[in-house]
């Protein structure tokens, strides 16, 4: 069964250094995106991507934070400055998106942790 | 944000009996509604959705029910398994309005005990 696969399962960075977060996200999706959870609260959406552009972005995705479709198949997140509060897990998510009624499936994670 | 909610953090039930996870929300332009489950260190995990148009949906042991006037929705597991055991989470989008962004809840911890 495919599955959005996403690397490193694990970063660890020092404040203000920059990170790039990798996912592969299914091969036929169309829509593309970047949720967060910090530890103990909500999954929060991040930034959504189609036709190689942003379609919409929170008040989370600030100048410090793009997206890139840089291929056919990756997507990433990078962090241009981490802080201390960018500490959480980083979801990518992919859908088909035919008719906007459609299920994302996510990855499993990338758990960034800033020092 | 409080935008879609779950009230319970934790439910506790027997193996074989009904789970009730429940979800209100309070923005009218919802539209679809999705839930989730989560075990540690592993991606959310699609189970089950509904559109509006719908007030039931059923796949499997699964089920979603949706009341609109209410804006509340609730997913029953029938048996419930062990294997069940994990955090679900109710999302909702509005892809009129904002394409495939998902709000969800807090969370709800399901244990199932044998």
């Known amino acids: 069964e495919p599955e959005v696969t996403q690397t490193p399962s694990h970063q660890v960075t020092q404040m203000g250094q920059e990170v790039i977060l990798r996912c592969v996200p299914i091969s036929n999706h169309l829509y593309f995106y970047w949720y967060r959870q910090i530890l103990g609260q909500k999954v929060e959406f991040l930034v959504s991507?189609?036709?190689?552009?942003?379609?919409?972005k929170s008040e989370i995705f600030d100048d410090q934070f793009s997206v890139e479709r840089p291929d056919g198949s990756n997507f990433t997140l990078k962090i241009r400055s981490t802080k201390l509060e960018d500490s959480a897990m980083y979801f990518c998510a992919s859908s088909s998106g035919t008719s906007g009624l459609e299920e994302q499936f996510f990855g499993p994670g990338t758990r960034l942790t800033v020092l | 944000d409080q935008q879609v909610k779950q009230n319970s953090p934790s439910l506790s039930v027997q193996e074989g009996r009904i789970s009730i996870l429940n979800c209100d929300y309070t923005?009218?332009?919802?539209?679809?509604f999705l839930w989730y489950k989560k075990y540690p260190a592993e991606g959310p995990t699609f189970l089950i959705s509904i559109s509006s148009i719908k007030d039931k949906n059923e796949d499997g042991r699964f089920t979603v029910f949706l009341n609109k006037s209410a804006k509340h929705l609730s997913l029953h597991i029938v048996p419930s398994q062990p294997g069940d055991s994990a955090v679900y989470f109710c999302?909702?989008?509005?892809?009129?309005?904002?394409?495939?962004?998902?709000?969800f809840g807090q969370g709800t911890i399901l244990t199932v005990h044998p």
């Open positions: 923005n009218s332009m919802f539209d679809y």
């Open positions: 999302a909702a989008s509005a892809p009129g309005t904002s394409y495939g962004k998902l709000t």
């Open positions: 991507f189609y036709n190689n552009e942003i379609s919409e």
